[in-house]
């Protein structure tokens, strides 16, 4: 698929970073320092997603500033695939001590920013140790996991229904349907 749409591993970079930072503006060589690439490769890299309307570009002066073109749905998706690609390790560690994972907030539905912590659901009947798990990670983002037994979860739907429907409501990771998830 980034074959097709001839995005390379610095294209990638580039679009990820810039999606992070959906509010600012940068010029080509704040770009090339935060994503480590060559001013050249970056030059390129801003043109094709320039020509492909996934970024607005900005001339002020002799600079060019650019940033996401957050009314592409395209970008919201491609966020959305960043971080669940972000997290896969994390869920293939959880695997076999999980029920279901879910992601959901603002990572599931492709609006998170550098700030932004990534938010996952595990139902497990493992809750000690897959927080235990979960701690001795460390990623570029903060993880804020919600980690429930199945009884916990049934709990939850009582006391708390808005924060239920929004952590049943995210995308599943791992396992199939549980109690009405």
Not at 6 to 22: D, E, H, M, Y
Not at 35 to 54: A, E, I, P, T
Not at 81 to 102: G, R, T
Not at 153 to 158: F, P, Q
Request: with cysteine; glycine share 6%; proline share 3%.
């Amino acid at each position: 698929m980034f074959e097709k749409m001839n995005l390379t591993p610095l294209g990638i970079a580039v679009l990820s970073w810039l999606a992070r930072n959906p509010d600012k503006e940068f010029y080509v060589r704040e770009i090339t320092r935060a994503v480590y690439g060559s001013l050249g490769g970056c030059h390129k890299v801003l043109k094709n997603l320039y020509g492909k309307k996934l970024l607005n570009r900005r001339k002020s002066g002799r600079n060019v500033y650019y940033s996401v073109n957050d009314t592409n749905p395209a970008i919201k998706y491609f966020k959305i695939f960043m971080n669940i690609y972000e997290i896969h390790d994390i869920v293939q560690l959880l695997q076999d001590k999980s029920i279901k994972i879910v992601l959901f907030g603002s990572c599931a539905h492709g609006e998170d920013t550098t700030k932004s912590d990534i938010d996952i659901l595990v139902i497990t009947n493992e809750v000690d140790e897959t927080r235990r798990i979960l701690n001795s990670i460390s990623l570029r983002r903060d993880i804020a996991p919600v980690v429930l037994s199945p009884t916990d979860l049934m709990k939850l739907k009582e006391r708390d229904k808005a924060f239920y429907s929004e952590v049943t409501g995210g995308i599943v990771l791992w396992g199939d349907s549980y109690e009405g998830i």
